[in-house]
C-alpha cells in the first residue's frame, strides 16, 4: 500500500478573469522511505499540489476534482479539524522563505514549542526540551541559546535549518520541502540538502521535493516527475528522466543547465517563449506553442502517458511518432555484465 495516492488531482483559482488551472489531472503515488521530486518552472503547479496534499489553499482556490489519500484515508473533504490532526503531525512542510514563514514577533523556541505541544502530550517544559534536541538534530549550535532569539536574529542557512527542525518535530511520515534552498548560497543549499537527506534516512520518512532545480533533483531524489501548466509530462526514475529524457519540455530543461565539461564559451540553449497563460488552455499539448518540433496533431490534442522504459513515463507526441513508447509496460532490461 502507498502512503501517499493522488489521483487524477484538478485544482483551480476561480478569479474574476476566469478559472485557472492551476493542476490539471495529476497522479502520483509515495512510497515509504523514497524521495519523489516534483520539477518545473515558475506556475507549473508544483507548490499549488504541495498546498493541495495539505488542503491549505486560499481563497479563490480549491479542489475541483480527484482523490488524496495518505495511508488508504481520503483527504478531500476533510474539515479544517479533522486536517489539523494530519497537518504537522502526519505530513509537514518546509516553505519557501523561512523569513516569510518565521513569525517575527515570536522567538523560535515559541513557534517551535507551538508545534509539538499541539501535535504531542508534552508539557511545557518537555516541548523545550524537545525544540532544543530538534535545533541540535538540525546541526544549530548553542540551541539554548536560539530557541530565545527572533528569526531577524539568525541568517538564511540558520532560519532554514529552524523551519526543518518545525517540520520534523513531530516526527511526520511525510516531509514536503517546497523549494527549501531558493533563496541561499550554493554552500549553504549544499549543506541543507545534505541535512534533508540524512534525516530522512535516520527517520525513515518519505519526502517530497518540490523545485525548479534539476541539479537538486539529481542529488537527492529515487523518482522524479517533470511539470508543465498544472500537467505531468514526464515521469520516472531520476536515472531514466536524466539520461534518457522523452518529452520535448524536459529536454529543454536539460539543455539548459551547465555542463561544467563543456567549452566555458559554450553558449547554454534557453526554453524560447514564455509560460503559457492559464487561463486560455490549448486544447493540445501545453508546451507546443514553445516547441520546436511541435506537429499540428500538439495543437489539436493532448498525448496521454505512454511507457518509454521500465521505470519511465511520457506523454509526448514525439514518442509515438518516432516509435519509442509502449502502452504496455516494457520488461526490465538485464543489467550487463
Known amino acids: 500500500m502507498s502512503l501517499l495516492e493522488v489521483q487524477d488531482l484538478h485544482t483551480s483559482f476561480f478569479t474574476s478573469a476566469g478559472e485557472v488551472k492551476a493542476v490539471n489531472g495529476l497522479s502520483f503515488r509515495l512510497e515509504k522511505g523514497k524521495v519523489l521530486g516534483i520539477v518545473g ?32 484515508e481520503e483527504l478531500v473533504g476533510k474539515s479544517d479539524a479533522e486536517m489539523r490532526e494530519i497537518r504537522g503531525n502526519k505530513i509537514s512542510i518546509i516553505f519557501q522563505d523561512p523569513m516569510t514563514s518565521l513569525n517575527p514577533t515570536f522567538t523560535i523556541g515559541n513557534q517551535l514549542e507551538e508545534a509539538i505541544l499541539l501535535h504531542t502530550n ?28 527572533y528569526a531577524y536574529e539568525l541568517s538564511g542557512g540558520m532560519r532554514q535549518r529552524v523551519m526543518i527542525a518545525m517540520a520534523l518535530a513531530c516526527e511526520p511520515d511525510i516531509l514536503i520541502a517546497d523549494e527549501p534552498t531558493t533563496a541561499l548560497d550554493v554552500t549553504i543549499q549544499a549543506q541543507i540538502l545534505e541535512l534533508i537527506l540524512d534525516l530522512q534516512k535516520k527517520m525513515g520518512m518519505a519526502v517530497i521535493m518540490i523545485t525548479h532545480d ?60 514564455t509560460p503559457i497563460d492559464l487561463l486560455h488552455m490549448p486544447p493540445g499539448c501545453p ?51
Open 214 to 273: 534539476m541539479g537538486v533533483i539529481a542529488q537527492i531524489c529515487d523518482e522524479v516527475i517533470v511539470m508543465y501548466a498544472g500537467s505531468v509530462c514526464e515521469r520516472g526514475t531520476a536515472d531514466a528522466i536524466f539520461y534518457h529524457p522523452c518529452h520535448e519540455y524536459t529536454k529543454g530543461l536539460m539543455r539548459s543547465i551547465p555542463d561544467m565539461n563543456d567549452d566555458e564559451k559554450k553558449k547554454l540553449i534557453p526554453i524560447a517563449g
Open 122 to 149: 508534552r508539557n511545557k517544559k518537555q516541548a523545550e526540551e524537545r525544540a532544543v534536541e530538534m535545533l541540535k538534530l538540525v546541526g544549530i549550535s548553542e540551541p539554548e541559546k536560539r530557541i530565545r532569539q
Open 287 to 337: 508546451f507546443a506553442p514553445r516547441c520546436d518540433r511541435a506537429m499540428k496533431i500538439c495543437l489539436q490534442e493532448k498525448a496521454k502517458e505512454y511507457w518509454v522504459g521500465h521505470n519511465h513515463l511520457s506523454a509526448c507526441w514525439q514518442n509515438i511518432r518516432d516509435g519509442i513508447c509502449s502502452t504496455e509496460r516494457p520488461e526490465e532490461e538485464e543489467e550487463e555484465a
Open 41 to 72: 518552472e515558475s506556475g507549473s503547479g508544483k507548490s499549488v499540489t504541495a498546498y493541495s496534499v495539505l488542503q491549505i489553499l486560499t481563497h479563490p482556490g480549491r479542489i475541483v476534482s480527484g482523490s488524496i489519500r495518505f495511508r488508504d
